[in-house]
């Protein structure tokens, strides 16, 4: 089974400091991990992924996650907080075979204060 | 990227009665959709898998009876709340792959649906 633990479940950064979001995951076989944001009663957007390649992955709007097998961690990362990066974090894992589906942890509510 | 569109955003009904969400690829077909459902302050958690062309795979713990899912197309699959009851209020999410995609190929989520039982 595959899950992914994300620690912390609100954060809080000031304005252009670093934001550092950590998911760690559990799979059996190499998996594919993904980071979405999802702001107020909207859906979700993909910010990056991992899917083998790199272990740096380079994401939107500044983000970016590094695929560390031997901690099994895939944290996410910005060196320079916005305010418009407040919002909700959720990181998710997929294996391949079967249906694919995908499973969320259980997010980070990023605040960014002034 | 492709995109997933769900219909409604929001919507209210009243108790006992039944609701229809819908959910297109599109740009993209895909073979296989999913159903989130999402409670306030919490994460994501999958209902069920629709296939087109065949029935859906629920989650454990989810009343297929009571959230009907149809994919009656590669383009469109619809979940129907039967019966609703104020517990089912909730923010329900698709989410929709391009069959064509490799393995490495994300799923494409919709907007969302909020869902007000009263």
């Known amino acids: 089974a595959q899950s992914v633990t994300q620690l912390g479940s609100h954060v809080s950064v000031s304005e252009g400091a670093l934001v550092l979001l950590r998911c760690n995951y559990s799979?059996?076989?190499?998996?594919?991990l993904f980071w979405y944001v999802q702001y107020p009663n909207q859906g979700l957007q993909l910010l990056l992924k991992?899917?083998?390649?790199?272990?740096l992955v380079k994401g939107i709007n500044g983000f970016e996650a590094e695929f560390k097998k031997s901690e099994t961690s895939f944290h996410l990362t910005k060196p320079s907080a916005h305010m418009s990066d407040a919002a909700e974090y959720f990181c998710?894992?997929?294996?391949?075979?079967?249906?694919?589906?995908?499973?969320f942890g259980t997010g980070t509510k990023l605040q960014v204060i002034p | 990227g492709a995109v997933v569109s769900q219909h409604p955003s929001r919507v209210i009904c009243k108790s006992g009665t039944s609701v229809k969400i819908e959910c297109r690829s599109l740009?993209?077909?895909?073979?296989?959709m999913f159903w989130y459902r999402q409670f306030p302050k919490q994460s994501l958690m999958l209902m069920a898998t629709s296939n087109e062309g065949s029935k859906a795979t629920y989650e454990q713990g989810v009343e297929k009876d009571k959230f009907l899912i149809n994919h009656a197309s590669l383009t469109l699959s619809t979940l129907t709340v039967t019966s609703a009851h104020p517990e089912d209020s909730s923010f329900y999410i698709c989410?929709?792959?391009?069959?064509?995609?490799?393995?490495?190929?994300?799923?494409?989520f919709g907007q969302g649906t909020r869902l007000t039982v009263v």
């Open positions: 740009d993209f077909q895909a073979t296989t």
């Open positions: 991992y899917t083998s390649a790199a272990t």
């Open positions: 799979s059996s076989v190499p998996p594919y």
């Open positions: 989410s929709a792959r391009d069959r064509r995609g490799a393995g490495n190929t994300e799923a494409f």
């Open positions: 998710a894992v997929r294996v391949n075979g079967g249906y694919q589906k995908v499973t």
